[in-house]
């Protein structure tokens, strides 16, 4: 059986202003009232916001990018439908039919999924010869002809896949979501940010799981059987714990910043490497020059105006922390994992030595999927092969720069930075 792109039928946003007056009409029982059937429309960009769609016929529909912040969707029939890179912030989906759905790189903010369906879905349709066929769901997630790929590398790209039986959700974001009950057997969650979701009661049998983001996500009763979760972080130890250091983490950490103010004469420096130091308490405004920290763990932390200049952060997890004016001039984040980050306002220019010579910032080969980069300092900065898909660099100084090799899919904020 082959596969084969839907015919769907464009509608205006007058249009669909006027169907979405209708069906209000009908969901609250009244005269004039009609049902909303969109199966296989084009609502693509459309703006949804705030509407009520309860009870909606929406199968195959394409809301590819639409907004739909706080739109009610409740037992909306979205079977097939295509919701990548749309915004479904506070939208209210509960017992919502999106089986077989495309949720790749939705913005799922606050969004209620009570007793969602998200198990595996197909939509096949049979020609006159035949032929059943199965209908492409979202064939929009990576167009390698996009001038935006351009130095992108090929194997690095999140291409469709072949099937669209499972529900995809790779890279959506989905913080505080309310899951619980929801059923998400064999679901593709790869890389979504879960942080502070509902996920009570519902099943993720067989799902794909992969370097997605649970921080203090509230799985109790959860179903995990034949899950993959290589890569993903939650709530457990990820690295040592620092009850395996000789001396207490807090005592070290004062060590280390006593250490940096007396530029070496009073004090010791820290190695915590490979270490899970999110018990380590606030780090927020710390002096940690130089910290040696590769490998470590710091998923989630506050470490806003942190001072880091120097330090060895390579392939550290720093996703979803807040670093936002954090100094990181000079620092070493290679293969680093800075999903969904805030770094709004830090500095990660070049770091002046004593000797005159400049340091600059490393960032080769680190994954900054949806990170927060606004008016970030990434002047002389090394970013060849980083994953820049979805970042805000919205204006960003990225003044001789290197991004060779950068994966840009959808990201945002080039137009307005300071490229010199």
Known sequence: MGSVLPSRTRIAQDELDRIADRHALYVLGKLGGQRARLTYFDLSGLDLCGRNFSDAELTGANLHGARCVGTIFVNAVLFGANLAQADLTNAKMSRADLRGASLRGTDLTDCDLFDADLRDGAIAQRFEDGDLKTVVIDNTAIDPTDGAMIHARAARARLPASSTEHTDLTGAVMRRCRLARADLRNAVLNGVNLEGADLRGADLRGASLK?????????????????????AVTDKIAGKPTTALERPIAHLLELHQRFVVSLGSDGEPLNVSFYDIRTAGPLAGRQLTGLRASGTIFAGMDLRGIELQGAQLEGADLRTCNLSSADLRGANLRGARLDYANLRDANLGPLLLSDGRLLPARLEGAKLCHAVLRRVQLRHADIRSADLTQADFTDAVIEEADFTDALFYETAGFGRSQIR
């Open 211 to 231: 370097d997605a983001i649970l921080v203090n996500a509230d799985m109790a009763l959860t179903e995990l059987a034949g899950s993959e979760m290589d890569g």
